[in-house]
């Protein structure tokens, strides 16, 4: 569990105090509170505490490392989660009842797991070219290994949404089954009782998928979308999910996943060369949706919520016991 420190400690540089003073007005101001300024903390992230300075705001929003989200109405909260090549950052902003607004960051990169280098294919080097294989990280793990983390949140029905749009042409016509396989396998995994949840597929639509291309979360339909984006960040796939509490139980109102088409993605098991698994990808950004958070790359390689995936690999196209047990633990089996 990661530590909340106090956002107007000492050492917040000035800077940051006067940024947070702006959000605290603002947020008063939006909520119609004319008193108990809100007040503003953030989590350190899991390694580098001194990554806390790179949360900002202007006031209405909040920026880590890329990703923005507007600051919730009270009783409500978003996360931002991006899964690039080089790991994996989120960030949560939450808004309790009482009107405070708190920060949590995440971020896991190659340094922090650097043990772990032969499951990090760097895209940009495109000389190394991989074919698919489906060897998965500590495989002999994949069904023993128990750990999982839980965001805190519910998603009572997940019925989504595919936009085509966008699509590359490599996975147009096999995308969809992809994404599908990808939702499908959040259900059940190692031979367990299945997880009581049950996605249903909505089919196509050309509602957008509310993520900016810089990768900010852009707003919430209440329609869960997954679709494709042009992306002009390092990640791959990047999740917005909106959450609200409801009889003192976090529950998601909407959750959308953008995939990267500056990035290739390839759905079948073989002639792969530095693209990255759809169906992979699609498992992982629906946990975030459903309530994991990641665990750690080095303790936990076999588990689909580790922050990292390599190119080529198809090995995490179904769940490890962890994220099993982390799904069933909030959704129960039946
Ligand atoms: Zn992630």
């Known amino acids: 569990m990661r530590n909340l420190l106090p956002f107007r400690s000492a050492s917040a540089p000035a800077s940051t105090v ?11 101001v939006s909520a119609g509170i004319a008193t108990a300024p809100a007040a503003f903390t953030t989590a350190a992230p899991a390694v580098d505490s001194a990554v ?32 690039s090549t080089s790991g994996d950052i989120s960030l ?19 340094d922090e797991d650097g043990e772990h280098a032969d499951e990090h294919a760097d895209e940009e080097s495109a000389a190394q070219a991989a074919t698919a294989s489906s ?47 990808g939702t499908s396998a959040l259900v059940k995994t ?18 957008g998928v509310q993520v900016g291309k810089a990768g900010n979360c852009t707003g919430n339909d209440g329609r869960n979308v997954i679709g494709w984006r042009a ?40 002639n792969c060369t530095n693209a990255y698994d759809l169906q992979s990808v699609v498992l992982h950004e629906r946990g975030h949706s ?18 990292a995936l390599s190119a080529c690999s198809v090995g995490k196209r179904t769940l490890g016991l962890g994220d099993y047990k982390g799904l069933a633990a909030t959704y129960g089996v039946r």
């Open 18 to 28: 006067a940024a947070l003073a702006a959000v605290t007005a603002a947020v008063a």
């Open 52 to 83: 806390d300075s790179t949360v900002t705001n202007d006031g209405q929003s909040v920026s880590y490392q890329g990703l923005t989200v507007r600051v919730p109405a009270v009783g409500e909260g978003v996360q931002a989660a991006a899964q």
């Open 92 to 110: 949560t902003v939450t808004r309790g009842a009482d009107g405070k607004v708190v920060v949590k960051t995440d971020a896991h990169t190659h």
């Open 135 to 181: 060897a998965r990280p500590s495989a002999a793990k994949t069904c023993t290994d128990k750990a999982y983390a839980l965001a805190g949140w519910k998603l009572p029905s997940f019925k989504w949404y595919y936009n085509p749009a966008g699509a590359p042409a490599s996975v147009r016509s096999t995308a969809a089954s992809a994404i599908s396989a």
């Open 190 to 207: 190692c031979g367990q009782k299945s997880i009581r949840l049950a996605p249903s597929y909505a089919g196509q639509t050309s509602a």
């Open 231 to 270: 992306g002009s960040g390092r990640w791959l796939g990047m999740t917005c999910t909106y959450f609200k509490t409801i009889n003192g139980k976090k529950t998601v109102t909407g959750t959308d996943t953008a995939l990267n088409t500056q990035y290739k993605f390839f759905t079948a098991t073989k």
């Open 290 to 307: 459903l309530g994991l958070n990641h665990v750690s790359q080095s303790a936990h390689a076999s588990a689909v919520m580790t922050p």
